[in-house]
């Protein structure tokens, strides 16, 4: 059995593109989702790989379910913070639910899944921690104020994990997505793809879930060990930082 690597938000969008890439390159996947129970046993029986049903804003909840993930796929060496949301509006009609919502899956998630698992990487000197931001948290966005903070402080997060852990054989890496032909994009009117959104990208194109999957599995592998800390923009060119 190959390293264990747990992708959340990874039964939908990008993160089925991390989970099936990974199983792909050779890793035993599990996939965490929140809600959408038909989307998850439609994942599972095309793929074979298992999802489990948890909320990542909920310390208790991460907790349990990565100890069952454990127990049944054995140690996670690859953690994959993928799963967010949005509650989109303009910062002086935000209300604080809005605000909070987002924080707490977007950014307190990063917290509740990252240190269950870090002793055990810690112990076995090796831990690959991926964290997938966004375009938004490195340039912000009007409408977006909850967001950009939470992807701002992903990239906070992982310069400081990847300092503490470098020596035990873990690194963290965030990638910063821009557009990319996930479900929620592609309901966006056509004519606002045309006119508003794909001028902006030089590329000429939105990016594609396997785009950002591949980035994963590099990241993940042997291969970038000598990459930590590290910001990886995946945007075609909208924005350089």
Request: proline residues 3%; hydrophobic residues 45%; neutral net charge.
């Amino acid at each position: 059995m190959g390293r264990v690597a747990l992708v959340t938000g990874g039964s939908r969008g990008i993160g089925a593109a991390i989970s099936k890439a990974l199983k792909a390159a050779g890793y035993s996947v599990a996939a965490s989702y929140a809600g959408n129970d038909e989307a998850a046993a439609k994942f599972t029986a095309e793929t074979g790989i298992p999802t489990y049903k948890w909320d990542v804003g909920d310390f208790d909840a991460c907790t349990a379910g990565i100890a069952k993930v454990e127990a049944e796929l054995g140690p996670v060496d690859v953690l994959v913070n993928n799963a967010g949301i949005t509650k989109d509006g303009f910062f002086h009609k935000m209300t604080k639910e809005q605000w909070s919502a987002v924080i707490r899956t977007n950014l307190d998630g990063l917290f509740n899944m990252t240190r269950p698992v870090i002793e055990g990487m810690r112990a076995r000197n090796f831990g690959r921690i991926i964290v997938i931001s966004s375009i938004n948290g490195q340039k912000g966005q009007a409408g977006q104020a909850n967001y950009s903070a939470a992807k701002a402080g992903d990239i906070g997060f992982i310069k400081a994990i990847a300092q503490e852990n470098a020596s035990k054989g873990i690194t963290a890496n965030a990638i910063c997505p821009g557009y990319i032909a996930t479900e929620m994009v592609m309901a966006v009117p056509e004519e606002v793809l045309k006119t508003r959104i794909l001028p902006q990208i030089p590329v000429g194109r939105l990016g594609q879930p396997e785009e950002i999957a591949r980035a994963v599995v590099f990241l993940a592998s042997d291969d970038a060990g000598f990459i930590t800390g590290s910001t990886l923009s995946a945007n075609g060119g909208q924005y350089m930082a």
